[in-house]
């Protein structure tokens, strides 16, 4: 079943999104703000986003930047804005689609059925990566050796293991984690990455796999590539 998030603080357009969308067998989550957006969209790994630009927290060309800079899914933009400049923004910014506000739920649909096909056929992620002599399952939560991680811990570990070797910006992990405001607040990372190198790391005070980029971010570093391990 393809899992569809939709963002929008029009409290009818969610409703009428998720009662059409269920009747044709997507499975639906929502969202009213940006923030609340991509910490879903971390939690749950949509299949498709379809995003209002005029959210009460963060406008929609920031979301996009924030879900570009670690996912590649599918972001058909459904907005009041009609102007030129801002279809060309959000399509910059990484937007697969642009449907302007009112609209027809037919069309709204064959966009929808469009850009899944298009996208349809993406490298499967590893449900479970090994960092150390420790086995994370993304699918279910865990850690082998009976750790425990907190959710915020589970939060930024997530959006590194999804992008294995990749730069993962402050901003955007304080954004996506804490929210918005909370973006110049780096002392937060620094704590939270101490508690998981500690939990995680053979040696915390060497790491191996969670590193620091000084004064950009954090990257996951695997000994090889991910793998997904049957268990």
């Known amino acids: 079943m393809t899992r569809?998030?939709?963002v929008d603080d029009e409290r009818q357009i969610l409703r009428a999104l998720r009662i059409n969308l269920?009747?044709?067998?997507?499975?639906?989550?929502?969202?009213?703000?940006?923030?609340?957006?991509?910490?879903?969209?971390?939690d749950s790994a949509p299949d498709l986003v379809i995003l209002d630009l005029g959210l009460p927290d963060l406008d929609g060309v920031d979301v996009i930047h924030g879900l570009r800079g670690w996912s590649r899914v599918p972001i058909i933009v459904l907005s009041g804005r009609a102007g030129n400049q801002d279809k060309v923004e959000a399509l910059d910014a990484g937007a697969d689609d642009y449907v302007t506000k009112p609209?027809?739920?037919?069309?709204?649909?064959a966009r929808v059925r469009a850009v899944t096909r298009r996208t349809g056929t993406h490298e499967a992620e590893p449900a479970s990566i090994r960092i150390g002599?420790?086995?994370v399952d993304l699918t279910s939560k865990t850690v082998s050796g009976k750790v425990r991680l907190t959710p915020t811990e589970w939060h930024i570990l997530e959006i590194l293991l999804r992008n294995p070797g990749k730069l993962v910006?402050?901003?955007?992990?304080?954004?996506?984690?804490?929210?918005?405001?909370?973006?110049?607040?780096?002392?937060?990372?620094?704590?939270?990455?101490?508690?998981?190198?500690?939990k995680l790391e053979p040696d915390p005070g060497h790491?191996?796999?969670?590193?620091?980029?000084?004064?950009?971010?954090?990257?996951?570093?695997?000994?090889?590539?991910?793998?997904?391990?049957?268990l």
């Open 207 to 230: 790491p191996a796999h969670l590193i620091t980029e000084p004064g950009m971010g954090y990257r996951f570093t695997p000994v090889a590539s991910p793998f997904a391990l049957d």
């Open 103 to 109: 609209f027809g739920i037919d069309e709204l649909l």
């Open 4 to 6: 569809v998030l939709i």
């Open 169 to 198: 910006s402050q901003r955007q992990l304080l954004a996506e984690v804490w929210g918005e405001k909370y973006i110049k607040e780096t002392h937060y990372l620094r704590q939270y990455m101490t508690q998981l190198r500690h």
């Open 22 to 42: 269920a009747a044709r067998h997507y499975e639906v989550e929502t969202a009213a703000d940006g923030s609340a957006a991509l910490r879903q969209a971390a």
């Open 133 to 135: 002599d420790h086995v």
